[in-house]
């Protein structure tokens, strides 16, 4: 194992190609425990693709990634271990619209991690309580709203004790008065320590929370910097022509 | 629970209720309760009794006593009717009611003020009499058939989006084998050609374990035997065989319906794909196609009445066997047709009921 302990998670020479399209032209990346990387980039640049790549939604043309020291392959016991330890959060929530928020947080408790009924309960709780909507526990996801439903879809991540969260664009399918509601929650996290790869052009956020920044664009990282270094003092044209894009309102 | 608009709409609610009122008496289904009317109608008919003549009030004793003795003969023979001296008589009510049943033929007695009305089923009431005996089968093969059915299809339907080259493969064989085969054809196919070779097969399997000393379990192989199993058996297998095709594709279809991020979302929580498929895709997916599956279950109903042709008495094959022998055409297949509307229409308006559920629960 040539990989440092600090590095989480470890992306070299990520390739991933849908028919002629080209989404990844060899990404590296290392995350470090515990810090928040948020990745921006135009629409086509490969950045959820790579999110979705780190835990094998999207199964890689070439390249190797490395979870906590483990080398992600396709073998279906080893993925399923590595998977329950990274949490991913979807831009469209992804609830399951059959459960109630409850039976949503203590599902994959139960049948993943083995967890007695009532154990898988208490866990839902106290996450149902820590994105603020311990009272819809017993809702159906129809009944919440667009907030409401991505906090929800935040605790079951976070009910499977993951070492990581992936967020994929969680706000950008929100109403803007939804948006602050789960942006909070992040926050939260970040504070707290968790290990996070965000997808996101919430620029508030990312000044506020983010160790790290990242943007792309044609399936490569063009830019891997500080909040800081990418605000006040981007390096590439590419990089400018985007921020100037994005801020000028 | 709509709730009404803060600002009234005075003129467009009158316009609305104009609409909805015509467009309810467009919409109203009349041809539904014309089938329910005739359905009734063909019933009433049945389950009339056909007054035939009169007997005089001296034979109260004689039906008291049980016996059919010759005056009794006699006045029935002055109505053309043949009654057999060991016609059974049950007294319903002492000196009022009586029931005589002469083989397949049930007369009623009353007691009126100054004779006995002597009254029977009618023709069409004698046919559903006769043709309702097989009602438990055409039932049972239906519901057992539907059964098998659904597990086949499942298991097809799975199969049709294996990402396993073999199990898809496998599954797409058996749907366009089924679906490219007409229904009666396949009913003989499988019950007489299908069946006997599988259990040849199996018993031949069993041989070969006996011979390389596994006695216990060749037993079991070899306790088939072709002419142990009926044709009802053979029956139900071949409309299972059949219809699991159809709703291999239902099931495909509805698990398709469900949306990726679905599965995606399952998984990334450390789900494997068969515990996806259980707890996420399949629940959603049934409710999905629960109508459809419903649809499939009448249709199996009036399916079941091809198996006739392998001599299994459900409904059809006892109203050939009343109209051969009785050469009451009319009588038998009047009765035969009401019947399987009853049931398709009972269960239609079972599957619109539920569809009606699933809806406002959306």
């Known amino acids: 194992m040539t990989e440092t302990k600090d590095n989480i998670i470890v992306v070299k020479d990520l390739y991933k190609f849908f028919g002629d399209v080209k989404a990844l032209n060899g990404v590296n990346l290392e995350v470090g425990r515990g810090s928040v990387v948020v990745v921006i980039g135009p629409s086509g640049s490969g950045k959820s693709t790579m999110l979705r790549c780190i835990n094998w939604l999207e199964k890689p043309t070439s390249g190797e990634i490395w979870i906590d020291g483990k080398l992600m392959t396709s073998a279906p016991k080893q993925l399923n271990e590595t998977r329950a330890e990274i949490g991913m959060v979807f831009q469209l929530f992804n609830l399951f619209p059959h459960l109630t928020a409850m039976e949503n947080v203590t599902l994959a408790q139960k049948v993943v991690r083995g967890r007695s009924k009532e154990e898988a309960k208490e866990i839902a709780m106290q996450q149902l309580e820590r994105v603020g909507i311990p009272e819809k526990a017993d809702a159906y996801p129809r009944k919440l709203s667009g907030g409401q439903q991505q906090r929800v879809a935040i605790a079951r991540s976070l009910a499977m004790n993951p070492k990581i969260m992936l967020f994929d664009e969680p706000t950008s399918a929100l109403d803007p008065e939804m948006i602050k509601e789960v942006l909070d929650v992040m926050l939260d996290l970040a504070s707290e320590g968790m290990t996070m790869v965000c997808v996101s052009h919430e620029m508030g956020f990312t000044r506020s929370a983010a160790d790290e920044i990242i943007f792309m664009d044609e399936g490569l990282i063009v830019e891997h910097t500080t909040p800081d270094g990418l605000f006040n003092n981007p390096q590439h044209d590419r990089t400018k022509l985007f921020l100037s894009q994005i801020l000028q309102h | ?362």
């Open chain 2, 1 to 362: 629970m709509a709730d009404k608009p803060l600002i009234p709409t005075g003129p467009l609610e009158i316009e609305d209720g104009g609409i909805s009122f015509s467009k309810r008496l467009n919409e109203f289904p009349w041809w539904f309760v014309a089938i329910i009317l005739i359905a009734i109608w063909v019933f009433l008919i049945i389950f009339t009794k056909e007054f035939l003549f009169n007997i005089s009030s001296e034979f109260t004793n004689v039906l008291n006593a049980d016996q059919v003795t010759e005056q009794l003969q006699a006045e029935f023979a002055a109505n053309d009717i043949t009654l057999s001296s060991n016609a059974k008589i049950t007294i319903k009510d002492a000196d009022k009611k009586w029931e005589i049943e002469d083989g397949r033929t049930n007369y009623f007695i009353y007691a009126e003020d100054q004779s006995l009305e002597v009254f029977s089923w009618g023709e069409y009431g004698q046919a559903f009499d006769f043709i309702k005996i097989g009602l438990k089968v055409t039932i049972q093969t239906a519901l057992t058939a539907y059964g098998f059915a659904l597990i086949l299809g499942l298991i097809a339907g799975l199969g049709r989006l294996s990402s396993n080259m073999f199990f898809n493969n496998l599954a797409r064989l058996y749907v366009e084998l089924i679906r490219g085969i007409p229904i009666l054809v396949l009913i003989f196919f499988i019950a007489l050609v299908g069946v006997p070779a599988v259990v040849d097969g199996l018993n031949a399997f069993g041989v070969w374990l006996s011979d390389k000393g596994v006695a216990p379990l060749a037993a079991v192989f070899t306790a088939f035997n072709n002419q142990n199993i009926s044709m009802n058996a053979r029956a139900i297998v071949a409309l299972s065989v059949t219809y699991g095709a159809y709703l291999a594709e239902i099931f495909r279809a509805g698990i398709q319906s469900i949306e990726h991020g679905q599965m995606e979302a399952a998984r990334s929580l450390g789900m494997s794909y068969p515990q996806a498929m259980l707890h996420i895709i399949l629940p959603q997916a049934v409710r999905n196609v629960l109508p459809a599956l419903g649809n499939d279950f009448v249709a199996m109903v009036k399916d079941s009445s091809l198996v006739s042709v392998l001599a299994v008495r459900d409904i059809t094959q006892v109203s050939r066997l009343y109209a051969g022998s009785t050469f009451r055409f009319r009588e038998a297949y009047v009765t035969l047709a009401t019947m399987y509307l009853t049931m398709t229409v009972l269960l239609s308006l079972l599957v619109q009921a539920l569809e009606r559920r699933l809806r406002s629960n959306d």
